[in-house]
Structure formats: structure tokens, C-alpha cells
């Protein structure tokens, strides 16, 4: 989006987060700000003094207007520009004269985004400060499994994640607009609506066996609860857990459902014959048995393995397993401060952070890029995208998702909502238990038309090849090494499908692409939550980290960035003929969601974020 002018009347975090992901693609960024003596003006600086200071590093130039006042002046500029970005309440901008009627007549061309807090519903509602927002959607009220079984009625959550969710879903709502030209377009993302979008799989409910019932549910489904700390350690799944290390420092490891995973780990810890003579290797599409490879363990078993791996953690640091671990292929992640996140030798050489666009990297990037042919001539082809009465923007665009679990799945079904044909590809023997596979994937993969297909198979290898042949996307998440090990680099897919694009998601990549030491490392959005700071902070400074647990905290909101680069590499490919890598990562899309802590000054954090 190189050369595309912007507008900001962004105020507080939501328009400016936009503006700032905007800036990062390209686009030539005018901050909007009220000069000191306006309503409000000394209230956001105030709040959030150095994270504007951050954001708007990018920005060309800013400009204080004093509205409306100055209304003439504004829409001058608004004359000028092709996109404006506010998120003000409804009707606010109409009532200082620059809505979006006002705005048109003067540009015929514009693109128009607003980001208001509420919905434009009719109904009455509070200031849409973050805490309203939040409180609004019950993100107080539901934490999950945890604190339920606690007794903990209500917590609160220091990250903004109205203003970045809705930054997020905002920066694709706009994109898709750019792609199709939609011109002009009003688009509105209310940032309670990109909120509720984002934490879907928190409310959905669905009948479930009581054999797919981990221990902690039961617990809750059975009314055996409140229940103590101790306890609550006794119902956690030994793979999918905190562990004290020799040094004091927690590690988390995250192996539920995923047998290969959790046998890595036994053998990494030196512990797989013992453990193995407690536990059976379960068949979870087979049989209601518990055991390795299934979401959770009986009581019976978790008790017996659980001593097993405290005592071999114990035996090392938690950096030490974390790089041993890791280096296996295990998703697992020693516990750091957001401080201590900023200065590690991985987000500074991985250019997580500390990079040229600011003191973190863009929300998404592109990587090795190189001309490709023109497009051949075009067959009409008929869609298979869902029928409704709206015109779809991604109609035409063929996409072939090879991606599991939440985060990259979602880049697809996200993808396959703007009418995009996808086609997910899954093994006829699947990686996951059924807690994983079916229970998350009845939102992240709707819409989207489905094959199964061994594609570490020579004959298998070759379907894919033919599916790719017509397709625009082919979306991965895995590592650099794993690519390498499917045969599926750019390299290799561009002398077989020139015009393909590639978009691949990891854990914990950024722009420095392969550097860093965490690079090849497996990892999920609980192992991201550790390494970044975020379990510190959300364990309130008690001595233990914990989840900051709602079912994909960063993993749909990067998801749905994941779709955002994905539709800029489309756009390069078309204005200016290359293919490429389209980027982004849990851990590059999880640090916006500590902006207000990371911007700060360097200075260590407490667990409840107070300096």
C-alpha cells in the first residue's frame, strides 16, 4: 500500500494502532491531533503519553486542528488523502462537521474507517473507555477454567484488548476494501464487535461427551468446586502445565493432545520408560480411553506422571530445558517479565523488537520477494464461496490451507468470509486429539471446502501440486525447518507455481527472518503468553505466573493478521508483479497487546502492572 495517504482522527489506542499497522505496509501516515486546550486532549495525554509517542514514530507528519473550528482546514486535507481513520462514537464526527457524507462530497474516492466503541444500535451505552468494553463483553467475568475453580467471580485484565483486536480487524476490513476498490466505502468496526469476534471459542457451546472432559471440567461440571491452590494443581494436566525449575524461574509446558509432543518430552527429560510404564498410548478416534495422546489424563495417571516430571524439571533452569526442549521440537516456554522479553537475545536478533519501524516490528511483513509472470488469461470459474446478497471482495482468490489448531486455521476462514475459495487440507490420520481438531475447528474453519491428503506422500506431495496449480495462497504455520522438510520452500513451489504466494505463520519469528534462537522452535499461543511477559503480569505478582486464559488470546487476533498479510501480498502481487512470503507470528502480534507496558521506560514490571 505504498503511497497511500492516511488520515489519522484516531485518539486514545484503537485509530492510532491502526494508523501505526498502516504505516508498516507503506502508507504515508497524517496524524490528526487537538491542540492542548480542547475537550479531552489533556485526559489521552495524560493516559497514554509515551505509547502515542511510540505509534505515531512512523507517521509523516502531524497537524493540530481544533474542530470544528477549523472544519474547513480538515477537509482540505481529508481532499487529499484516500483514507480517514477515526474512532470516535457514533455520530460525533457528523456533529463537528467532518462525517462521512461531508467527507465524500469533497473526495469522491475515499475510504472512510470508523471505529467506534459501541455498535450504533440504538441503545444507550457507557463511555467506551477499554475497562467498558471489556466489561460489556464479560471478558471480567469469564477466565476461564482456573479461576472458576477458584471462586474468583470477576478479573481483571490489563491488556487493551478491545483497542488491538479492533485495530487488527479494522487494518482487514480495509485492506479487503483496497483489494476490491471499493471506492468510496464507509467501513465501520465497532471494537465491541471485533472483541466478541476475537474471543469466539469462549462462547461457544457445544454437547461433549464426558469423555473429552479434562479434569478441570469435570470439576466444574460435577459442582466440585471452589477448591484450594493445591488442588487446583492436582486437576492440571501434567503436559500441559507450569513446572518450578532449579532456579526458581517457572516453565511452561504446553503438549496437550498431540502424542508426538508429549512423547518428546519424556524423552528430552530422560523420563519416557517410567512414565510409560503408568500411561498406555491412546487411540482418541478409536476409543473413550485417556492416555498419551489425548487431551487429558484420569485422575489416576495425572497423580502418578506428575511427580515424575516435577522432579526431573527440577534438575535444570527453566532457560536451560526451554533451549533443550525446544530444540526437540517440544512447545514449551520459560517464564520472563515483559522487561525481560524486550532485552533476550531472540526478540532483539529475531527483530521482534527494536527494529527500524519503532521499538516493535510491524504487525505483518513480507519476505522474499521476485518478479513473476503476468497473470494468464482468466477462465471464468464458478465459486464456491458462501451465497449471500453482498458482493464478494475475494471472489476469484483460491487459497489452500494446510494450517492446524487456531491461529493459522483462522487466517483462512477469515480469508473465506470476503469470499475467497479455500480448501483445507487436513491428514487422513489427524495430528490432534478431537479436542483440538473437531472442537476448535467448528469456528476456524467454516466456510472453507475440505480434502483429506498425506502430503509427506510421494502420491499425496503430487495432489497438492495439482490443487496449487490454479491457486493464488498456500498457507503453512509452521517453522523454516519444517518447510524444508515438506518440500514446500519458495524456492521449491516457485519452479512448479511462479504466481504462488506462500503465507507462513510461526511462533516466534520476525522481520529478521530464520534469525534469533527461538527461530525453529514450536509454540502456541500459552507458550508466547510466557515468553512475552504476559503469564507474569496476569498472575498478579503472587510468586507464580498464570495464563492469561481465554481460548485464544493471541491466537484468533493473529489470525486474522495472518489474513491481513495475506491480502497485502495479494496487492504486491498485483501492482507490482512479485511473489513472496507473506509474515507475521504469535509472538509479533502478541507484544501489541502489552503496548501500554512496552512503550513505557525500560524498568521492571510487577504482576498487577503497577510501576
Not at 497514554?48 to 512512523?58: A, D, F, I
Request: one cysteine or more; hydrophobic letters at 40%; charged letters at 20%.
Amino acid at each position: 500500500m505504498e503511497g497511500v495517504k492516511v488520515l489519522d482522527f484516531g485518539t486514545y489506542l484503537a485509530g492510532p494502532l491502526l494508523c501505526r499497522h498502516l504505516s508498516g505496509l507503506g502508507c504515508e501516515v497524517t496524524c490528526v491531533l487537538r491542540p492542548p486546550h480542547c475537550r479531552g486532549a489533556e485526559e489521552e495525554s495524560r493516559r497514554l503519553p509515551n505509547v502515542h509517542s511510540e505509534l505515531r514514530k512512523t507517521a509523516a507528519r502531524c497537524v493540530q486542528i481544533d474542530l470544528p473550528t477549523e472544519r474547513q482546514l480538515a477537509l482540505q486535507l481529508v481532499s487529499e488523502t484516500d483514507l480517514l481513520v477515526e474512532n470516535f462514537g457514533a455520530g460525533v464526527m457528523e456533529r463537528l462537521g467532518i462525517g462521512y457524507d461531508e467527507c465524500v462530497s469533497v473526495n469522491p474516492s475515499l475510504l472512510y474507517v470508523s471505529m467506534p466503541g459501541f455498535p450504533d444500535d440504538g441503545e444507550e451505552h457507557p463511555p467506551a473507555f477499554e475497562s467498558a468494553l471489556l466489561a460489556s463483553a464479560g471478558v471480567f467475568r469469564d477466565m476461564r477454567l482456573n479461576r472458576k475453580l477458584l471462586g474468583v467471580e470477576a478479573s481483571y485484565t490489563h491488556l487493551p484488548l478491545a483497542s488491538v483486536y479492533g485495530s487488527v480487524h479494522a487494518l482487514f476490513a480495509t485492506l479487503v476494501a483496497h483489494h476490491s476498490d471499493q471506492r468510496p466505502s464507509h467501513l465501520v468496526v465497532p471494537l465491541l464487535s471485533a472483541l466478541s469476534e476475537t474471543m469466539v471459542h469462549n462462547s461457544i457451546q457445544m454437547p461433549v461427551d464426558s469423555c473429552y472432559w479434562n479434569l478441570r471440567t469435570a470439576r466444574i461440571r460435577d459442582g466440585r468446586f471452589p477448591i484450594s491452590k493445591s488442588q487446583l494443581r492436582d486437576v492440571t494436566c501434567p503436559f500441559f502445565c507450569l513446572y518450578a525449575c532449579n532456579d526458581g524461574r517457572f516453565l511452561y509446558l504446553v503438549c496437550p493432545a498431540h502424542a508426538r509432543h508429549q512423547t518428546r518430552t519424556l524423552q528430552v527429560l530422560g523420563v519416557e520408560d517410567l512414565v510409560m510404564s503408568h500411561l498406555e498410548v491412546a487411540k482418541p478416534y478409536d476409543e473413550r480411553a485417556r492416555g498419551l495422546g489425548t487431551g487429558s489424563l484420569s485422575q489416576e495417571q495425572a497423580d502418578r506422571i506428575r511427580p515424575i516430571l516435577e522432579s526431573a524439571f527440577r534438575t535444570k533452569t527453566a532457560l536451560e530445558w526451554e533451549e533443550e526442549l525446544g530444540k526437540h521440537l517440544v512447545p514449551a516456554c520459560a517464564t520472563r517479565s515483559t522487561e525481560e522479553w524486550m532485552t533476550s537475545s531472540h526478540a532483539v536478533d529475531s527483530g521482534l523488537v527494536g527494529g527500524s519501524g519503532g521499538l516493535l516490528c510491524n504487525l505483518v511483513w513480507t519476505h522474499d520477494e521476485k518478479p513473476c509472470p503476468p497473470p494468464p488469461h482468466q477462465v471464468a470459474q464458478k465459486s464456491h464461496a458462501p451465497k449471500c446478497g453482498a458482493p464478494h471482495p475475494l471472489s476469484g482468490v483460491k487459497v489452500v490451507d494446510l494450517c492446524n489448531v487456531i491461529a493459522g486455521p483462522t487466517i483462512g476462514e477469515y480469508l473465506a468470509r470476503m469470499g475467497a475459495d479455500v480448501i483445507k487440507v487436513d491428514p487422513p490420520v489427524p495430528t490432534y486429539s478431537p479436542e483440538i481438531t473437531v472442537m476448535y475447528g467448528v469456528a476456524c474453519n467454516r466456510g472453507k471446502r475440505s480434502v483429506l491428503l498425506d502430503v509427506l506422500h510421494p502420491k499425496g506431495r503430487e495432489v497438492l501440486h495439482s490443487l496449487l496449480e490454479d491457486s493464488d495462497l498456500l498457507l503453512v504455520n509452521c517453522t523454516p525447518q519444517a518447510l524444508v522438510r515438506m518440500g514446500l520452500t519458495m524456492e521449491r513451489l516457485r519452479e512448479r507455481h511462479p504466481r504462488l504466494l506462500l503465507m507462513r505463520f510461526d511462533a516466534w519469528g520476525g522481520p529478521a527472518e530464520s534469525q534469533g534462537r527461538m527461530a525453529d522452535f514450536v509454540g502456541y499461543d500459552d507458550c508466547v503468553q510466557s515468553g512475552i511477559g504476559i503469564m507474569q503480569r496476569f498472575g498478579n505478582g503472587e510468586g507464580e505466573p498464570e495464563e492469561h486464559a481465554h481460548i485464544g488470546t493471541i491466537d484468533v487476533v493473529a489470525g486474522v493478521a495472518g489474513a491481513c498479510a495475506c491480502v497485502n501480498a495479494l496487492l504486491r502481487r498485483r501492482r507490482h508483479r512479485v511473489t513472496c512470503v507473506a509474515r507475521t507470528s504469535l509472538a509479533a502480534v502478541g507484544q501489541y497487546l502489552q503496548i501500554p507496558f512496552m512503550a513505557k521506560e525500560r524498568r521492571t514490571f510487577l504482576g498487577r502492572g503497577v510501576e
